[in-house]
């Protein structure tokens, strides 16, 4: 009840805002504002993660390209899922990936139910190796918004360190540790701490 009562909250606040960049996304190459991709989620069922679009439409044949015709960038790709000079993101991205306006969505899905205020982050299917055997605990809990891996590195956080993060928060979990995340994730986010 706590995270409708806040994400409803929020949704309404910042609607005004995510419709401005909705119409600046479309007006900077003429392609849909808003991406949706299946991830997975509490008792490791999938759901559509919504987000602002920050990447050009052809995305992922850019993505192939590149990891066909740079070694480096295709190791960087497979041990971290983030490239550090993505070609892929736009302008417009940068700025709303640096500030995570481009996750203000995701609060249609903790609405939904899909998502929590606090979480580890939601994975794709390609992710779930690099899990092993803390996918189930991963699966305990609904993905958040925000969370404690996003709070102590973001981006600059190995893969490893992020899953023992993740099954960190989900073996602590707490009212109180879930609050204290969400006033943390302000600063950080102002700091833009990590983020690519």
Not at 96 to 119: A, C, F
Not at 131 to 142: H, I, L, M, P
Request: with cysteine; aromatic share 10%.
């Amino acid at each position: 009840m706590f995270d409708i009562l806040v994400a409803g909250s929020a949704l309404l606040f910042v609607a005004p805002l995510i419709l401005t960049i909705a119409v600046a996304i479309r007006m900077q190459d003429g392609g849909k504002a808003f991406y949706a991709q299946r991830r997975f989620g509490l008792n490791g069922e999938t759901f559509n993660c919504f987000k602002l679009r920050s990447m050009v439409p052809d995305a992922q044949e850019r993505l192939e390209h590149l990891l066909e015709n740079n070694p480096a960038a295709r190791r960087e790709w497979e041990e971290s899922q983030k490239l550090t000079h993505d070609p892929r993101i736009t302008s417009l991205g940068h700025f709303i990936r640096k500030t995570s306006i481009d996750e203000l969505p995701q609060l249609y899905n903790v609405l939904r139910g899909d998502m929590s205020l606090v979480g580890p982050r939601p994975i794709v299917e390609s992710e779930i190796p690099k899990y092993g055997e803390n996918f189930r605990q991963y699966c305990a809990v609904r993905p958040g918004i925000t969370g404690l891996w996003q709070v102590t590195g973001r981006s600059d956080t190995s893969y490893p360190q992020r899953v023992a993060i993740d099954v960190e928060y989900v073996r602590t979990r707490s009212f109180w540790g879930d609050v204290k995340i969400v006033l943390l994730t302000v600063p950080a986010v102002f700091k833009s701490e990590g983020a690519r």
